[in-house]
């Protein structure tokens, strides 16, 4: 796992240790040094630690303009135990709806297993971006299939034609207009 790095060529458009309004403004990153660990293997440390011991995420983008934040995930998401969506709702998600932001992008490519739990901290998140949307792309089918038993289909856009494996040769606003786009064409289906 410590070979699996955070996208970092859209480094050049935003830096999360940069951002003022970022919960990570000032961190320094020490790249010769692997200290943290999910279930004892090493992760690269570029990824970012949001209170849970088994999902640490990386904000790759923030565009406080159009309101929109991409985010990147590694390891186990898990409510059950960790209750890992708590600690991305209030370390992550609250900081940044605070500041405006309404359009939320989730990277789920090196999520390799979910446990889920209730739906709450969803579901007031899903009130929080009011006329906006949290959009997953790149879950796993299995893990789909799980958010579905815990209804959280009800709360994130997922699936189908948001399975978008070529999202890193996009740049942060070409991927924002085709993952709204695919949104608003799902709705007027609907």
């Known amino acids: 796992m410590h070979e699996i790095e955070p996208y970092y060529r859209w480094l050049k458009y935003y830096d999360s240790s ?5 919960p990570f403004y000032g961190k320094e990153y020490n790249y010769d040094l692997y200290t943290d660990a999910i279930y004892n293997y090493f992760i690269d440390p570029a990824w970012d630690f949001m209170g849970s011991e088994t999902l640490y995420t990386k904000i790759l983008y923030v565009n406080y303009d159009v309101g929109l934040c991409i985010m990147e995930f590694i390891g186990e998401w898990n409510d059950a135990i960790n209750n890992d969506i708590m600690h991305l709702k209030r370390n992550i998600i609250d900081h940044f709806t605070q500041h405006g932001i309404r359009k939320y992008i989730l990277v789920g490519d090196h999520i390799f297993n979910f446990h889920g ?15 906006g949307w949290i959009a997953a792309i790149n879950f796993r089918d299995f893990i789909l299939r799980e958010w579905e038993i815990y209804n959280l289909d009800s709360y994130l856009i997922y699936g189908g034609t948001l399975q978008i494996d070529n999202w890193r040769t996009y740049n942060p606003i070409q991927l924002f207009e085709k993952v709204e786009h695919l949104i608003s064409r799902r709705i007027a289906l609907s």
């Open 18 to 22: 940069e951002d003022e309004n970022s």
């Open 117 to 131: 739990s209730d739906d709450c901290y969803y579901e007031e998140w899903y009130e929080d971006v009011d006329a």
